[in-house]
Every structure is written in C-alpha cells, then in structure tokens.
C-alpha cells in the first residue's frame, strides 16, 4: 500500500484566508495525504482551526508544528517575513517542505532555503502553483509540439482586486517593500512564471514599476498615506526563442471584474488561456482556446477541488508523487531561487531604466 503523507499547515484560520480557501481543501480530499495538524499565532486560534477543520492536533507556533515527529510534510502559510525561520526548522527536522510564494524576502533568504534543503535530502515545493494547472500543462504540451507552429509573440493580462486604495490592517504589511510581499513580487510574479512556464525563458527584459493609487487608505480607520510599493506592471522582453512577451499586471480592480488572459501566436495557430479570480489568476481555475475553440481539459484527480484549491492540488498531488518515489515536476525552492532573482531584476530595470539579462532567471 503506498504511504500516506501527514501533513501540518502553518497559517490555516478558521476564520478565513487563503489556506483556509486552498491548502484545506486540497489535502483534504486528495488521496495519500493525511490533515494531521494546524498551527497558528495562538492556542486558542489553533484549537478553533483544529476543531473547524477536524484535525487531531494543534500549535500555537509554526515552529512547535514543524519540528513534530507525527508530521511528515509541513505547509507553510504564513506572511513572507516568516517563512525563513520555520522552513529552516522543519528542514532541520527532516520534513518535506511547502512553502507559499514568495519564499522568501530577497534572493538571500531563498538561496539558503534552498540550500539547506538541498543538503537535508528532503523534498520541497513553492506555491507557484500555475505550473500544475491542467490547463496550462496542455498549452505548454501544444507549443512544444508544434502544434501552432513557430511561436510569434506572447500578451498577457493579469488583474486582481488586491493593492487598491482601500488597505485592510491585515493587509499592511504588504506595503513594506522590505517584506517582499506586494503586487510585483506575487501576482507579477505568478503571471511571468505561467507565462514562462509554457512559452520558454526569457532571454532579457524591460520593467515600468508605477502606482495606480499613490495615496492609500490604511487599516481600520483609513489613515491616508502614501503608498510606497507599486499597483501595476508593465514588462517587455525577448524570449530565448526569439519571440515577443508583453505583460500588465493591475491591482485594485473591482472584486467581480478580475479578467486573466495569456495569448500565444504562432505561425500556424494561435492559443488562449484565460481565468481569473478575485485574488488573482493563480486562484482560480484556466481555460484552454487553440484557434478560437474551446479545448476539454482533463483535471483527473483535481476535478472535485474548489476553484481556489485546484492549482494548490496539483502541487500536493505531485509533491505526494514525489515522495512516495515517482516521478513529478514539482516546482521547488531551486525554481523559487531563480525566480526570485528574476523579479529582483525586474524591479531593478523599473528604477534604472535599463534592460536586464541574466543566466540565473527560470529556465523553462
């Protein structure tokens, strides 16, 4: 009988959040993996998620969690600040590792995530979950095939109805840039890797950092202050195939008009993908066009998920594949080092003004 994974999730609420909405769901209903444990910021929180999600045992710390002997594969949740240290000690502990994106808050953090788990033998995962999308596999297939023949160029347009003037206290931290964690670094980030993902490296790029909304209304009382992070992208670069990749990323978009689309023209055909969510286009589910008509996509063992849980499963269905001894194309803290680097230097291109290159960006 192949083996169930226990699994403990660092940041699951049971008043609400992502991983209450994804990583709950996915390791719930998928096959081979066991919901064993919660952790939160506090006991009582930590009871209330337990009890909520029917789960036998409960930490006030992350870092109690990781370092359980009952846990086989810890789920890290929590805000960018906090990755490092309790993805340290659960590698130090010998567990398999999830860890959201981004990993970590700088190229430094992520290369020593990396490392240790390098060095540990254990596998890791990061929550760049497009990569595992059915929808966004086929397309990478088609291309690869020759399906649409010699790709042109490649637009995309990623929305989401997050980093708008109105900034709930929960959310503020998302406006210190040292925090890594903003609308460049997350869903910039997740719409350039799905877009590198199926159409190839990029070979060089040019990045216009701007704020939609340069004033912001803080936390609860609506302070007004100046937004020092940013609320849109634009990026034009060359692919290593020679063609064209064009992005827009918008924040503070209106919740029921978050639209995702991602064309890919090539000499003898074109492809669509396109999704959206409220929280942005790695929340939801992709659909899949090659010349105007709909494709059928296969969601196998991901077809009962929620919307928000589908992505997130695929991750855990091939990290579980993987340990377990399979094969699988796991996108691990490897791919996040290199990622990082990448949106590190797209940031750098926005304040210089200059186009960026680099061998150590995502390969594929």
Same mark, same amino acid.
Request: proline letters at 5%; charged letters at 20%; aromatic letters at 4%.
């Given at each position: 009988?192949?083996?169930?994974?226990?699994?403990?999730?660092?940041?699951?609420?049971?008043?609400?959040?992502?991983?209450?909405?994804?990583?709950?769901?996915?390791?719930?209903?998928?096959?081979?993996?066991?919901?064993?444990?919660?952790?939160?910021?506090?006991?009582?929180?930590?009871?209330?998620?337990? /009890?909520?999600?029917?789960?036998?045992?409960?930490?006030?710390?992350?870092?109690?969690?990781?370092?359980?002997?009952?846990?086989?594969?810890?789920?890290?949740?929590?805000?960018?600040?906090?990755?490092?240290?309790?993805?340290?000690?659960?590698?130090?502990?010998?567990?398999?590792?999830?860890?959201?994106?981004?990993?970590?808050?700088?190229?430094?953090?992520?290369?020593?995530?990396?490392?240790?788990?390098?060095?540990?033998?254990?596998?890791?995962?990061?929550?760049?979950?497009?990569?595992?999308?059915?929808?966004?596999?086929?397309?990478?297939?088609?291309?690869?095939?020759?399906?649409?023949?010699?790709?042109?160029? #490649?637009?995309?347009?990623?929305?989401?109805?997050?980093?708008?003037?109105? #900034?709930?206290?929960?959310?503020?931290?998302?406006?210190?840039?040292?925090?890594?964690?903003?609308?460049?670094?997350?869903?910039?980030?997740?719409?350039?890797?799905?877009?590198?993902?199926?159409?190839?490296?990029?070979?060089?790029?040019?990045?216009?950092?701007? /704020?939609?909304?340069?004033?912001?209304?803080?936390?609860?009382?609506?302070? /007004?202050?100046?937004?020092?992070?940013?609320?849109?992208?634009?990026?034009?670069?060359?692919?290593?195939?020679?063609?064209?990749?064009? #992005?827009?990323?918008?924040?503070?978009?209106?919740?029921?008009?978050?639209?995702?689309?991602?064309?890919?023209?090539?000499?003898?055909?074109?492809?669509?993908?396109?999704?959206?969510?409220?929280?942005?286009?790695?929340?939801?589910?992709?659909?899949?066009?090659?010349?105007?008509?709909?494709?059928?996509?296969?969601?196998?063992?991901?077809?009962?998920?929620?919307?928000?849980?589908?992505?997130?499963?695929?991750?855990?269905?091939?990290?579980?594949?993987?340990?377990?001894?399979?094969?699988?194309?796991?996108?691990?803290?490897?791919?996040?080092?290199?990622?990082?680097?990448?949106?590190?230097?797209?940031?750098?291109?926005?304040?210089?003004?200059?186009?960026?290159?680099?061998?150590?960006?995502?390969?594929?």
């Amino acid at each position: 009988m192949a083996k169930t994974i226990r699994v403990g999730i660092i940041g699951a609420s049971a008043q609400g959040g992502w991983a209450r909405e994804s990583h709950v769901p996915a390791v719930t209903d998928l096959e081979g993996l066991d919901f064993i444990a919660v952790a939160t910021n506090s006991q009582a929180t930590a009871d209330a998620a337990a /009890r909520a999600f029917g789960v036998p045992s409960a930490f006030a710390s992350g870092l109690d969690l990781a370092r359980s002997a009952d846990v086989d594969l810890v789920a890290v949740c929590t805000r960018v600040p906090d990755h490092r240290d309790i993805v340290l000690a659960a590698i130090a502990a010998g567990k398999h590792v999830y860890c959201e994106w981004p990993l970590g808050k700088d190229v430094a953090e992520a290369e020593e995530m990396a490392a240790a788990a390098r060095r540990a033998g254990v596998l890791t995962a990061v929550g760049l979950q497009l990569r595992a999308n059915p929808a966004a596999k086929k397309a990478r297939e088609l291309i690869a095939s020759g399906t649409i023949g010699r790709l042109l160029s #490649v637009s995309t347009y990623s929305s989401t109805a997050g980093f708008g003037p109105d #900034v709930p206290e929960q959310f503020l931290y998302l406006e210190e840039p040292a925090n890594f964690a903003n609308l460049v670094t997350i869903q910039g980030a997740h719409t350039i890797d799905l877009a590198v993902a199926v159409a190839g490296p990029l070979k060089d790029l040019n990045a216009l950092t701007t /704020r939609q909304y340069p004033q912001i209304a803080a936390g609860a009382e609506g302070e /007004r202050r100046p937004r020092v992070t940013y609320d849109h992208l634009l990026l034009q670069g060359r692919l290593a195939a020679g063609s064209a990749l064009s #992005v827009e990323v918008a924040g503070g978009r209106p919740p029921e008009d978050t639209p995702f689309s991602l064309r890919l023209v090539g000499d003898r055909g074109v492809i669509d993908l396109d999704g959206g969510a409220m929280r942005g286009l790695q929340s939801g589910r992709l659909g899949l066009a090659l010349n105007g008509a709909r494709q059928a996509i296969d969601e196998g063992e991901l077809a009962p998920l929620p919307d928000a849980a589908a992505n997130v499963g695929g991750v855990y269905a091939g990290l579980r594949d993987a340990i377990r001894g399979g094969s699988s194309g796991v996108t691990d803290f490897d791919h996040a080092v290199r990622l990082t680097r990448l949106v590190t230097d797209l940031l750098a291109s926005s304040e210089t003004g200059t186009r960026n290159t680099s061998p150590d960006w995502p390969t594929g």
